[in-house]
Nanobody, 129 residues
Framework: QVQLVESGGGLVQAGGSLSLSCAASVRTFSRSVMGWFRQAPGKEREFVAAISWSGSSTSYADSVKGRFTISRDNAKNTVYLQMNNLEPEDTGVYYC??????????????????????WGQGTQVTVSS
C-alpha cells in the first residue's frame, strides 16, 4: 500500500526543537520530490519546506528559513524535518507530501500543494509560549 506516515510531533516550549520523520512506502521514493506542509487552526494549509528527489535542491518558507532543515535518506525511504528555535506560530498539523511523478528535474522543488500527489495523515506540533 502506497502511503506516507509522519512521526515526531509533540508539545515543546518556545525556543525548543523537534524532529519530524516521514516514512514512505513508495516504490519510486528515490525519484520523488518530498515536501512538508502545515495547517494551523482556522488557517489554510501552507508550504513549509521541500527537497528535490536528488537532494541537491531545497526550498523553505520565509517564516522557517534558518530555523528548519529538510533532508532525506533514500536508502531508508524517509524524509526529515529538523525544527529548531520553535515559535508558538509554528503550531499546527504537519503533513508530509510526495510528488511521485517520474522524470522531474533533479532541482525541482515545488511550493504548491497542487504539485503533490500523495499525502500523509499529519502529526501535531504544539509550541507553548
Amino acid at each position: 500500500q502506497v502511503q506516507l506516515v509522519e512521526s515526531g510531533g509533540g508539545l515543546v516550549q518556545a525556543g525548543g526543537s523537534l524532529s519530524l520523520s516521514c516514512a514512505a512506502s513508495v516504490r519510486t521514493f528515490s525519484r520523488s520530490v518530498m515536501g512538508w506542509f502545515r495547517q494551523a487552526p482556522g488557517k489554510e494549509r501552507e508550504f513549509v519546506a521541500a527537497i528535490s528527489w536528488s537532494g541537491s535542491s531545497t526550498s523553505y518558507a520565509d517564516s522557517v528559513k534558518g530555523r528548519f532543515t529538510i533532508s532525506r535518506d533514500n536508502a531508508k525511504n524517509t524524509v526529515y524535518l529538523q525544527m529548531n528555535n520553535l515559535e508558538p506560530e509554528d503550531t499546527g498539523v504537519y503533513y508530509c507530501a510526495a510528488d511521485t511523478a517520474v522524470g522531474r528535474s533533479r532541482y525541482w522543488v515545488p511550493r504548491s500543494g497542487f504539485d503533490y500527489t500523495l499525502w500523509g495523515q499529519g502529526t501535531q506540533v504544539t509550541v507553548s509560549s
